[in-house]
């Protein structure tokens, strides 16, 4: 029933590893997101993409990466991770050209690189 | 571009109470704008949402919203504070055409309920 899902919740990982976050909307969606909630609760957009355009917010380090084998999912990659990526990843998903539509949400995925 | 400011980190309410969340917007064209709220180790929930047809919203829980483009605000009220609205609250905007471009967040209201 859950419209917008990602796995896992909680990541541990150590300095270096590469690690992917799934995502996965059941709404029919065409544009999905990443955000980034730091540990002052600041939420800043990392990606956008649908079927024709991906958005990359120009602060992004490129170690990430969205991957999107179809219109329903969309994975964060994440390569040679640092301690500063600690932070709560979360996806989101809207209906395309509906700038009057909200976002949804999911429950998000606390990453801790020790 | 788009952006938003709440005014005050965290406010502090006693239960029964009147909230009172500040939210202003600039936006370069006519905004959308959004109240989300973020419990504990959650994720974000829509409060509720402008999008032109009437400048009073009601959203879930109890809460409303008023737009005012003279004071480019949209701040969040709820008549009756209640324990159970102790949360994170985010303002957020989203302008008119702007595509797959999402929403732009304020730095976020921590509301704490005093019994």
């Avoid at chain 1, 602060?59 to 990659?77: G, Y």
């Avoid at chain 2, 006693?14 to 419990?39: D, H, I, K, M, T």
Wanted: charged share 15%; aromatic share 10%; hydrophobic share 35%.
């Amino acid at each position: 029933d859950t419209a917008v899902s990602q796995t896992p919740k909680y990541l541990v990982t150590q300095m270096g590893n590469d690690k992917s976050i799934k995502c996965e909307q059941n709404l029919g969606h065409d544009t999905m997101y990443w955000y980034k909630q730091d540990s002052k609760k600041f939420l800043k957009i990392m990606f956008s993409y649908n079927n024709k355009e991906l958005i990359i917010n120009e602060t992004v380090p490129n170690r990430f990466s969205p991957k999107s084998p179809d219109k329903a999912h969309l994975n964060l990659h994440i390569n040679s991770l640092e301690l500063g990526d600690s932070a709560v990843y979360f996806c989101a998903s809207s209906p395309l050209g509906q700038s009057n539509s909200p976002l949804h949400f999911g429950n998000g995925t606390r990453l801790t690189v020790t | 571009a788009q952006s938003v400011t709440q005014l005050g980190s965290h406010v502090s309410v006693s239960e029964g109470a009147l909230v009172l969340l500040r939210c202003n917007y600039s936006s370069s064209v006519p905004p959308y704008l959004f109240w989300y709220v973020q419990y504990p180790n959650q994720g974000l929930q829509l409060l509720l949402k402008y999008t032109s047809a009437a400048t009073l919203v009601k959203g879930i829980n109890g809460f409303e919203a008023e737009f005012k483009k003279s004071e480019t605000s949209f701040h969040l009220t709820k008549p009756s504070a209640h324990m159970s609205d102790a949360a994170e609250y985010f303002c957020a905007v989203r302008e008119a055409g702007g595509g797959a471009d999402g929403l732009t967040f304020g730095k976020g209201t921590h509301l704490i309920i005093q019994p």
